[in-house]
């Protein structure tokens, strides 16, 4: 199933744009973003928004910061160059069905309606795991959203989020699992781009937290994807913490048999989980997720405005 | 060789047995094959499910166990799969060892840039690759389903070689064509997530839409006293 690759972008600083809300109200503070501000700011990377009548002003600053090299995961260039995973990017539709952009529009309508706790966004591990029973299960009753597309990459998960998918909603969780479909960038660039998706949703929704789903390894024996995402996954379990309340989930042990082999038994095409490789991670992350939903009567109190 | 038909294979790359290419570097594809190859040398299935990810991922749902494992169905589906990776994987091994009563065959929603008369011709080579190594099996081959939330070439593109394979496949003994689309597209041309949850795969209340007629089908031909059937 052809897909078009996202496009490199050209040589720029190595800067992580960040999204900061900075949003006043008058009188009591509350930097969270109300359903009454205009849903469509989040889509701009640079923009200045008031509201008409309003005493709420949100201002969305496009910033540039300067990431050193303790703090970046990423190959170093003397060069500029913007992280190629972290720029989004649609699917193109170039088998003629135009499905991609259908199952986005489709989650953009959920969230006219949709008052969802927990945020599920991601690729095909994301999607598939809603046809299982476990979801109907486990997550369904924490008022899950599933706004995963088979084949995403973190490009294509970060144009998503920024063209839609956030808007109107206010989940309490978010829980990101994507990057084993980043072919064409390195584990450095794929940590980044992961990294990058993290911070514009602790922008975005800064009263809520993360969740971050390591990478699984993938194919029947040893190979380079296998390397490829446990490296994503060192990277991300050392830099993830910096961004704010995020959790890092990484249930890649539980899948590799003693000989180094995953057995079709978890993972049927030795990518995608069987039903009993969803139930394996979704114990614990429903746990987590159960843990990060709990609040305490203050932070309660709060959050009904 | 089909010397019957317009196109030669040669002509054709859906006709044309190819493995698929290992690009992303984890192997999965030959991994997959290997594993059906080896299978077929311990199993005895009366079925065979041959064919893409629609084929692929019945296996991993309630409905497999409940319909098709009783009939010792074994399921050879590999996601992405277009008709000349199934000619190809047929032709290397994997009917090599087993001998069932019945192969149902889905494929060729995922020959991108092939014509209706090109993915039409790739299915029948498998018809006929089945016929030459399982001359007692009967080939059941299944329409390919309608895609896309709203009508689109593909649409369009899936129903023309539905018609164009019935009717080849009619004048066949050993093989029939099945509609398994239960409706799928609704009056406003849409089809809904809640049966294609990416408006291409099924969901499992779909596929009970789609496997109970199939099912009955299956078991039907099953019934069938089978010339010179060794059991």
């Not at chain 1, 995973?85 to 991609?100: C, I, L, M, S, T």
Request: hydrophobic share 35%.
């Amino acid at each position: 199933m052809g897909r078009n690759q996202p496009q490199r972008s050209g040589p720029t600083s190595q800067w992580i744009y960040c999204l900061l809300a900075i949003s006043r109200r008058s009188p009591s503070f509350d930097s969270r973003i109300t359903k009454e501000e205009n849903p469509s700011v989040r889509n701009s990377n640079i923009r200045s928004t008031t509201t008409p009548a309003s005493s709420i002003r949100l201002t969305l600053v496009h910033c540039a910061v300067y990431v050193t090299e303790s703090s970046l995961p990423s190959s170093r260039m003397s060069g500029e160059e913007q992280n190629p995973a972290a720029v989004p990017v649609p699917v193109q539709d170039v088998q003629g069905d135009g499905r991609w952009m259908s199952q986005h529009n489709r989650f953009v309508m959920e969230c006219k309606d949709a008052e969802p706790d927990v945020l599920f966004i991601g690729d095909s591990m994301v999607q598939l795991m809603q046809q299982y029973e476990v979801w109907r299960e486990l997550f369904s009753p924490l008022h899950a959203l599933n706004f995963g597309i088979g084949g995403d990459t973190t490009c294509n998960v970060l144009w998503r989020l920024q063209n839609g998918e956030l808007d109107n909603i206010r989940p309490r969780v978010s829980v990101v699992w994507v990057g084993t479909n980043n072919h064409e960038h390195n584990a450095e660039q794929v940590a980044g781009g992961i990294l990058t998706i993290t911070q514009y949703l602790r922008s975005c929704l800064p009263r809520s937290k993360v969740v971050v789903l390591g990478l699984l390894p993938r194919g029947e024996q040893p190979n380079p994807l296998r390397e490829k995402n446990a490296m994503v996954n060192r990277l991300l379990r050392s830099t993830l913490d910096r961004v704010g309340p995020v959790q890092f989930l990484d249930m890649s042990d539980a899948f590799v048999h003693s000989d180094g082999a995953i057995t079709a038994r978890d993972m049927f095409d030795y990518l995608h989980l069987t039903a009993s490789g969803y139930s394996t991670i979704a114990t614990p992350l429903h746990e987590l997720l159960m843990q990060l939903l709990e609040e305490t009567p203050q932070e309660r109190r709060a959050s009904l405005v | 060789m089909s010397n019957d038909r317009a196109m030669s294979s040669d002509d054709n790359p859906a006709a044309t047995p190819t493995p698929c290419q290992d690009i992303q570097g984890d192997g999965r594809w030959m991994c997959m094959h290997n594993r059906f190859v080896s299978d077929s040398k311990g199993k005895e299935p009366d079925v065979l499910f041959v064919g893409d990810s629609l084929v692929q991922l019945l296996h991993e749902f309630e409905i497999w166990r409940k319909l098709f494992s009783p009939l010792h169905a074994l399921n050879f589906g590999i996601g992405g799969d277009a008709t000349q990776h199934v000619l190809w994987r047929l032709g290397n091994g994997e009917l090599d060892h087993i001998s069932p009563k019945v192969v149902v065959l889905w494929v060729g929603t995922n020959n991108h840039g092939n014509s209706p008369h090109q993915i039409c011709d790739g299915i029948m080579e498998i018809v006929k690759l089945i016929n030459q190594k399982l001359p007692h099996a009967h080939t059941l081959v299944l329409g390919l389903l309608p895609r896309g939330k709203n009508p689109n070439p593909l649409r369009e593109r899936n129903a023309e070689v539905n018609e164009l394979v019935q009717a080849e496949v009619a004048a066949l003994p050993h093989a029939s064509f099945l509609n398994v689309d239960p409706g799928f597209v609704h009056s406003d041309g849409t089809i809904w997530h809640q049966d294609l949850y990416d408006y291409l795969h099924l969901t499992p209340p779909a596929y009970q839409k789609v496997c109970e007629p199939l099912h009955d089908r299956i078991k039907a031909l099953l019934d069938q006293p089978a010339e010179n059937q060794v059991s």
